[in-house]
C-alpha cells in the first residue's frame, strides 16, 4: 500500500495506492528530525504521536512533526487508498526558513525551531494539490526538482504567515446552551472512537 519512490539528502516521496477490505491496518515508524506532509486524495485515516493525533478524510493534507526518536503510527480505514507523502527534513526547512521562523508563535514556527511538535489537517487549496500533482507524476532527478521546490516553499511561506483567528463563542452567534444540554453531551474523544479500535 504505501511506496517509497524517491529519497535523497533526508528527503523521501511515498505513494499512498491500495484497498483495505475487512478490517483497518496499522503502521508505525519512528519519527527523525523531518516534517511529514500527507496528501489524502481518498480513503480515511488517523496519525497519531505521544501527544498528536489528526484524522485524515478524502481532500484534507496533514502535516506533522515530533521529537526525533518518537514513534508515530499510522492507521488506514477500510475502502480505497489514494494519496503521496512527502517528507522533508527540518535542516532544508532550517536553512530556508530560520529568520521567518524566529518571529512567528505558531506551532509550526515553534516546531521548526525545535520547541515542540507539531499536528494539524486542513482542505487541501490550490497549493497543496499542485504539490500532490507533481508528487504523483513522480521525477527521476537525482535532487528535488525545481518546480517541486518552488512549491513547497510556496507551501511554507504560507504557513508560516498564517495566523489562526480566534473561534467565535456560541453566545457570541446567539446560541446558548442549557445545563441539560451541556451535561449530556458526549465528550470528544468519546465521539471519535470508532469499531476499529481507535
Excluded at 137 to 152: E, F, N, Y
Excluded at 172 to 197: C, F, H, L, N
Amino acid at each position: 500500500m504505501f511506496e517509497c519512490w524517491w529519497q535523497n539528502d533526508g528527503f523521501e516521496a511515498w505513494h499512498l495506492r491500495g484497498d483495505l477490505r475487512g478490517a483497518s491496518r496499522r503502521w508505525q515508524h519512528r519519527l527523525h528530525d523531518e516534517l511529514w506532509l500527507w496528501l489524502n486524495d481518498s480513503g480515511e485515516g488517523v496519525v497519531w504521536g505521544k501527544d498528536h493525533r489528526i484524522f485524515l478524510k478524502p481532500g484534507l493534507f496533514g502535516c506533522f512533526g515530533g521529537k526525533e526518536g518518537e514513534d508515530w503510527k499510522w492507521t488506514r480505514l477500510p475502502g480505497h487508498h489514494d494519496g503521496e507523502i512527502l517528507i522533508v527534513p527540518r535542516a532544508y526547512l532550517l536553512q530556508h526558513f530560520r529568520e521567518a521562523a524566529a518571529e512567528k508563535k505558531t506551532p509550526f514556527a515553534r516546531w521548526l525551531r525545535g520547541e515542540k511538535g507539531v499536528s494539524f489537517a486542513g482542505l487541501m487549496g490550490s497549493a497543496e494539490k499542485r504539490l500532490a500533482k507533481r508528487l504523483a507524476a513522480g521525477w527521476k532527478t537525482r535532487g528535488l526538482p525545481a518546480p517541486v521546490s518552488r512549491d513547497l516553499h510556496t507551501w511554507v511561506s504560507a504557513l508560516l504567515s498564517a495566523t489562526l483567528a480566534p473561534m467565535p463563542r456560541a453566545s457570541a452567534k446567539g446560541r446558548k446552551r442549557t445545563k441539560i444540554q451541556v451535561s449530556s453531551t458526549k465528550p470528544m474523544s468519546y465521539q471519535s472512537q470508532s469499531p476499529a479500535g481507535m
